[in-house]
């Protein structure tokens, strides 16, 4: 890329420098988004849609849905411009205490879990060559997983100059050129690209594999190949892990800068604001990362792990909204440079609502798991955060933890001068 986010070493010290074009916007939210799941998702849907052409409803209306949300995330980044995506616009709206229930469930759900996602897809579909006619062992596909989310987490050590995105609101953790020009106009060029994408690429799959394939392959671009492309089959999955893998590097980008910027406002140890002085990366909230995205690996198969992170994603939208809609109302006259008709926020919240209700009635136990996992911040909040005057006797044991670890990876704050 020729301009993109790097973190730069400065003489006042180790600081951010943040810089990304709308053509380096455009095609990272086009290739986060598509990542691994045009390759997993259509046996989902097609499995809980019943019909192939329920399936293809499904796929555009949920464009159309996206399309609504990324017009109140463009007005959500450019009235508050702060580096931290839902983050910010949560504890802008809500407080602090909502925002770190947020930054917990990213922590211990949404991005391990989007993490494992594509690095699970990555393994099933270089292994599938190996494995014709038969499944791909577990433990296999698990240890190359694992291998993969390392080889991610060495790559942005080394080589910072790649940026990632987060969904489609990602691109407000990190700063743009022109921002209130180029994050709407990134955000209205690539969804409708992404909808096009997925729904062709769908009806090429109903186009030549019966339901039965569909709902029966592990690996659905691979019997797709191997139908159409006959000896160059193999090419498959070659492209399919390039796109996991540049995916699962910009996700592991974008969301350890998630966590850098939570620890930066005290709500997470400081270790994780750390950079590292020898990689200019911030490496402890990487290596804190890949440890979670590697546990979440066992944690189940692919679509258990997704029905877990769209509950958890659901959830984190309709908060922003309705924080979106609550400033509506409680500042009716602060001026933005994108203000949408009150109408196209209040129906998005409502049917991320009706996405929040209907999951509890088919996969209650997966859900009430995830609302008990997001609740036991609760209390990691008022004995760790919040600030009390118990507050410091509890920090107590991560003092010498931080510091051991700060020696040990050659870390420092991202404002503190080195000599």
């Known amino acids: 890329m020729s301009q993109t986010e790097d973190l730069v070493s400065a003489p006042t010290g180790v600081r951010l420098k943040q810089r990304i074009s709308l053509f380096n916007g455009c095609t990272i939210i086009i290739g986060v988004i598509v990542g691994s799941g045009i390759f ?17 409803a499904v796929w555009v209306l949920s464009g159309m849905f996206s399309m609504l949300g990324a017009l109140c995330y463009a007005e959500l980044g450019t009235a508050i411009p702060k580096s931290g995506g839902d983050y910010a616009y949560i504890y802008e709206a809500f407080g602090a205490m909502p925002a770190f229930l947020f930054l917990w469930m990213a922590l211990i759900i949404i991005n391990p879990t989007s993490n494992a996602i594509i690095a699970l897809t990555f393994a099933n579909y270089s292994l599938k060559p190996f494995f014709p006619g038969c499944a791909v062992p577990p433990l296999a596909v698990d240890l190359l997983a694992a291998c993969t989310i390392g ?36 955000i209205y060029i690539s969804l409708p690209m992404v909808t096009l994408i997925y729904t062709l690429v769908n009806l090429a799959y109903f186009a030549v594999l019966s339901v039965d394939e569909i709902l029966e392959s592990d690996a659905v671009a691979v019997t797709f190949a191997e139908k159409v492309m006959g000896p160059f089959a193999p090419i498959m999955p070659f492209f399919v892990a390039c796109s996991c893998f540049g995916s699962l590097n910009g996700i592991l980008f974008t969301s350890s800068r998630m966590f850098f910027a939570g620890a930066r406002e005290g709500q997470l140890p400081e270790l994780l604001s750390m950079i590292s002085v020898d990689c ?57 440079p994108i203000k949408l008709n009150i109408c196209i926020p209040l129906i998005f919240l409502l049917f991320c609502c009706l996405f929040l209700i209907l999951p509890f009635l088919s996969q209650p136990l997966e859900l009430i798991v995830g609302v008990g996992m997001i609740l036991t911040g609760v209390p990691i909040y008022f004995l760790f955060v919040r600030k009390t005057p118990n507050r410091s006797s509890c920090y107590v044991p991560w003092i010498w933890i931080t510091h051991s670890i700060q020696k040990l990876l050659y870390c420092v704050p991202e404002t503190e001068k080195v000599t």
Request: charged share 10%.
């Open 40 to 56: 997993v998702s259509p046996k989902g849907v097609l499995q809980e849609a019943g019909s192939v052409g329920i399936s293809l």
């Open 151 to 186: 080889m991610g987490i060495l790559q942005e050590m080394r080589y910072t100059g790649i940026a990632g995105a987060f969904r489609v609101c990602a691109l407000d953790y990190v700063t743009l050129q022109l921002y209130l020009r180029n994050l709407p106009r990134a």
């Open 280 to 336: 200019l990366s911030p490496m402890p909230s990487l290596l804190f990362l890949g440890a979670a995205s590697i546990v979440m690996l066992f944690a189940g198969d692919v679509l258990t792990l997704i029905n877990y992170c769209a509950f958890s994603e659901s959830l984190v939208v309709a908060v922003s909204v309705a924080g979106l809609v609550k400033m509506r109302f409680s500042q009716p006259a602060a001026k933005t």
